[in-house]
């Protein structure tokens, strides 16, 4: 007798443009990922819980000003038929006011079951909505988008990436920038020269540890001139031995 597989690691995307997801997550990587089970993928139309005939979703904003708010009742009524509130649950607002994304949140985060991710178009959601569910809110950079959308492929990219199975080789995600606090060291590959350009000498050597070494300090040059606020966490980190 073959087991139901249990409910796989969920993301669930509430949006206005349904028809941008799969998108960029049905390809490479995450595509295979989901087409073998190893994810699954939702989405809700926010447009299906508007209350009237013409199904509005936003409004003027109050005290004035451009643009228009997406309206918390009805993105309430999404989110109510949608989340569960369990604690294997989190329900993510993507948008620029939110505390920024890293490495550590999105491994809290593709340890979860499931996550709800609200995709806002417009000036942005009622804040009373924001509140009221508890929704934490999450930025994938400091620039802006024209919604919520590729934000949550960022974000559900780099989770899927992280669950077991998905990358080949888990041993690689270890040496990765921000897992060890630094940036990555330089790669190259054949052929060597190229446009009269040579591949450091020393890792043509077949010295082990010195390749281990050159490809170290290259990492901390690198994390130094490029990202001091790196730099300076990983000064205060404690240090393994190598
Ligand atoms: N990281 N956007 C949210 C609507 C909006 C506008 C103003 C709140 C305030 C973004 C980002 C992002 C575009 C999603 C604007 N919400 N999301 N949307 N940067 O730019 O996550």
Request: hydrophobic fraction near 40%; proline fraction near 8%; aromatic fraction near 6%.
């Amino acid at each position: 007798m073959t087991e139901a597989s249990p409910a796989p690691w969920t993301a669930t995307v509430l949006t206005l443009f349904p028809e941008m997801f799969p998108g960029p997550l049905g390809a490479s990587l995450p595509g295979k990922a989901l087409q073998s089970g190893l994810w699954a993928l939702e989405t809700v139309d926010i447009r299906d819980f508007a209350r009237n005939k013409h199904r509005t979703v936003d409004d003027a904003p109050f005290g004035g000003g451009p643009g228009m708010v997406m309206r918390p009742d009805v993105l309430a009524a999404a989110i109510d038929a949608t989340a569960t509130g369990g604690e294997d649950e989190a329900l993510i607002y993507l948008s620029p006011r939110g505390r920024p994304l890293d490495q550590a949140r999105v491994r809290e985060m593709s340890a979860l079951r499931r996550l709800v991710l609200v995709c806002g178009r417009f000036e942005g959601v009622d804040e009373r909505v924001i509140q009221a569910r508890g929704m934490q809110e999450i930025s994938i950079g400091d620039y802006v988008l024209s919604g919520g959308e590729p934000a949550a492929v960022v974000l559900i990219d780099a989770c899927v990436r992280l669950l077991p199975g998905v990358v080949g080789a888990p041993e690689g995600l270890v040496e990765e920038s921000f897992e060890t606090g630094l940036l990555e060291y330089p790669h190259y590959t054949r052929p060597n020269p190229w446009e009269g350009r040579e591949v450091p000498e020393v890792l043509l050597s077949g010295h082990h540890e010195k390749v281990r070494l050159w490809r170290r300090e290259q990492a901390e040059a690198v994390t130094r001139t490029r990202r001091p606020d790196l730099w300076r966490r990983h000064g205060e980190a404690p240090k393994d031995k190598t």
